[in-house]
């Protein structure tokens, strides 16, 4: 229920028209808004993720922000090269890119320290939904039908009302995004082994001994060649 009335009052303000340009209060809810990058821009899903089974090469976007007006999606592009494009497809499963924004210290609770925006690429099932590629990059915490927190964040609260929001003026400024490994692909990940740090001080050493054994002998042949020359001298 709750979960229906919240979806309701987002589309209800989706449809009040245009906000204006100068930052206003207003009231709100703090909740993660769930998103699908379409066209280049984020779209507010029209369905929950449970009920969402996103396509292979198609991004979703998770924004945690106090909601108001307009929706407030991730501050990040949903750029499914830049996450997913040196992962390896795989055949019988699908590539899902995923975009989560744990938004700024106003849009969390008292003290919060959001992360920057961050991207994953869930390699999973086809049939997987919006809410198992979600679950698939860390823990979720689900309340009465409310995906209320996401890895952590927050660590409580879940669709709480915030009175007199003060939204930023002209939407939220973008943000680049921080890619993460990939979760759930079956492919070795590059590594560089840590063994060779380059020629080290040992190694150019050991580098120079056979001039060194080489040096050593001429000059012990040049000095016994002396000593016999003034013994012969003395004879």
């Not at 919006?130 to 609260?157: D, F, H, M, S, W």
């Amino acid at each position: 229920m709750i979960k229906r009335l919240l979806l309701s009052l987002v589309a209800g303000l989706l449809l009040a028209g245009t906000a204006t340009t100068q930052a206003h209060a207003e009231d709100g809810f703090r909740f993660w808004g769930y998103y699908q990058w379409s066209s280049s821009q984020w779209t507010f899903a029209q369905k929950g993720p449970d009920a969402v089974v996103p396509a292979d090469g198609s991004v979703e976007g998770w924004r945690y922000a106090v909601g108001g007006v307009k929706p407030r999606p991730p501050r990040a592009k949903g750029d499914f090269e830049a996450i997913c494009g040196d992962v390896p497809a795989e055949t019988g499963k699908k590539r899902v890119a995923i975009v989560v924004d744990q938004g700024t210290p106003d849009d969390g609770p008292a003290g919060a320290q959001p992360a920057e925006p961050y991207g994953t690429c869930v390699v999973t099932q086809p049939e997987s939904t919006g809410a198992q590629v979600l679950a698939a990059i860390g823990p979720t915490r689900v309340e009465k039908g409310l995906t209320c927190g996401i890895n952590g964040y927050p660590a409580t609260g879940c669709g709480g009302a915030v009175k007199d929001i003060k939204l930023p003026d002209g939407g939220d400024p973008s943000k680049l995004l921080v890619i993460k490994d990939p979760v759930g692909s079956s492919a070795p990940k590059p590594q560089v082994s840590g063994d060779y740090q380059g020629p080290t001080k040992v190694e150019e050493d050991t580098n120079w001994t056979p001039y060194v054994v080489v040096v050593v002998i001429i000059a012990g042949l040049i000095a016994g060649g002396v000593l016999l020359v003034r013994r012969r001298s003395r004879a």
